[in-house]
Every structure is written in C-alpha cells, then in structure tokens.
C-alpha cells in the first residue's frame, strides 16, 4: 500500500492542515481544537514515516527532533493566521502552510524509507526555512497579543526564548552537530534573544518592523554559527559578508518603516 501510494501520507496531512485554516471561518470557537488535531496527526505523521521499532522511536532523539520544526511552522503559522485582517491572507496563509507540510512529510518519507533518492541538504534547508518562519510568525503573534489581548510581556519573551532555543538546536542537530552542543549554543542564542527582545521593544517603530529585524538577526546568527562547525565553510570572508548583508537588511527595513 506504501509503495503504491507513496505521498498518500504527505498529502492525507496536507489537507487535515488546510482544513484547519479554512474551518477558522466556519467554526471559529473551536479553533483550539482543529489545532490540537491536526498537531496530533502531525505527531502521528512522523511517528509513521519513521522506520524505527516503537520502543526505539521513543528513545531516540530523531523523532522528537524531526518534530520540531513541522510543529513549531504549523503551530505559529495556525495562530498568526488568527490576527490577520483580511480572509483572502487567512487562505493564502493555509495554502502556504500545507504546501510546505506536504513537502516536509514527502522527503521526511524519503529520509526513512528511500534513503538512496534523498538529498541531505534537503532537510537541512527545509529545517532552516521552518525556524526563520517559525520566528517570524511567533514574535509577530506574541506581539498582537500583547498589544490587543493584554498578554503579558514577560510570558511572551519566555515563549519566545524557548522557541529560539528548540529551532536552533534542532537545526544544529540536524547539520550534524552534537546533541548536547546543539542545546548550549541554542541556550547562548535564546538568551541573545532574550535581549533583543526586551531591548528592540523600546524602539519607536511597530512591532511588524521589529518581526523582520529579529528574523534577520536570527538568519545572520544562525549561518555564522553553522559555518563554526563546516570547516570547509568556514572563512572570515563569509562571515563578514553575511554581517554586512544583514546590516543592510536591518538599515533597509528601519529607513522605509514609519518612525512614531
């Protein structure tokens, strides 16, 4: 049945997750529930497609890892969707989403069960394009919380740090750093953006402003971080060019955004 339907299980999920943005609009009082189903079968997705014996999926780390960052983009994604102003965003934003899931399941599928067709990159890339989304989408919803629901701050920039610390160990893990040094290093950038938070808070710009600078803070951080542990990678020159594109990236984003 496997080898016959090889996508039947990427795009089964698929459609649970662009159901649940389209059912905001039809049974909005119950959006908690249509995220926890669809968070428990995205559960159920990696649990399927992992080749490993039960006992063994509960003991490793690569079930929960490889958990990370579907979740994190569904999750985030699902609950930013909940602010936007206009229904055709609201759909563009699931379409987004499950197209993206699809994609994951297709060559976390493949990873497991037809390792001869994989590219490694693949994860690798899919796991970083998750985690910048991921942030992008988290601080902007912590944020219209805070300024519309009266969420409190200090929660928010817990949240915020904890999401941090789990996108950028997954990712180090993934590129094949160590388990326990991926965790410090994601513990050192948590906290980095732990400040960051509080600090770019004060600044007299909207928070949307302050989404992308933390996105692209994020983005710079994380490729000087990785080029740390590729040593054919690694080079000065890189890093410095990264530093300077982010730097303009950040002077672009405050020059064209409306000061209060």
Known sequence: ???KHPNALPVLLMVLVLASFELLFF?????LQEFLFVLAALVVGVW???SQPAFEKLRALIFWNFLIPVIFFYGTAFFWTLFLPSKIYAHLMGLFTAFFVFIY???LKMYFRAPIFYDEK???NL???FGIFSLFFIYSTLMSAVLLLNFPLVLASLIYATVVLLVVYEYLWIVGVESIKSFIYGLVVAFAFLQFFWSLNFLPVDFFTLTFVMTIFFFVIIKIITFRFQEDDFSFQRIRKYIIIGLLMILLVFL???WR
């Open 27 to 31: 049974f909005p009082r119950f959006y």
């Open 48 to 50: 399927r497609v992992n």
């Open 122 to 124: 693949t994860l690798i």
């Open 1 to 3: 049945m496997t080898q």
């Open 127 to 129: 796991s970083l394009f």
């Open 105 to 107: 399941f297709r060559y």
């Open 256 to 258: 064209t955004t409306r």
